[in-house]
């Protein structure tokens, strides 16, 4: 079992900025990809970004791109995503995921996802 705590969201006005974390624990966290989702009140989880096990690689969702960053430090067993230029409508629960890496595969869909946080709100306020 992997546990994912997430922290670091909140209110905030539209242009700013916040930076989750999200910290793991029960296995080795850098044999896992791992990845932000989130999911506005109403409608479906939806990707936003991801980090390959070495964080080698990452990819981000149009949305994301270009305004977040995803980073990952193995040997605190922590990911992050900082998320500047918010919008309205980046208003969501933000969770993180954890999933086994098995070569090169990076998934950025939410079933192929094993381990999930409890997931932690994000408001931005226009």
């Known amino acids: 079992q992997v546990q994912l705590v997430e922290s670091g969201g909140g209110l905030v006005q539209a242009g700013g900025s916040l930076r989750l974390s999200c910290v793991a624990s029960?296995?080795?966290?850098?044999?896992?990809?791992m990845a932000w989702f989130r999911q506005a009140l109403g409608q479906e989880r939806e990707f936003v970004a991801v980090i390959s096990w070495s964080g080698g690689s990452t990819h981000y969702s149009d949305s994301a791109q270009a305004r977040f960053t995803i980073s990952r430090d193995n040997a605190k067993n922590t990911v992050w995503l900082q998320m500047n230029s918010l919008k309205p409508e980046d208003t969501a629960i933000y969770y993180c995921?954890?999933?086994?890496?098995?070569?090169?595969?990076?998934?950025?869909?939410?079933?192929?996802?094993?381990?999930w946080g409890q997931g932690t709100q994000v408001t931005v306020s226009s």
């Open positions: 995921a954890g999933d086994f890496a098995s070569g090169l595969y990076i998934s950025t869909a939410a079933d192929e996802y094993d381990y």
């Open positions: 029960g296995r080795t966290f850098s044999n896992y990809n």
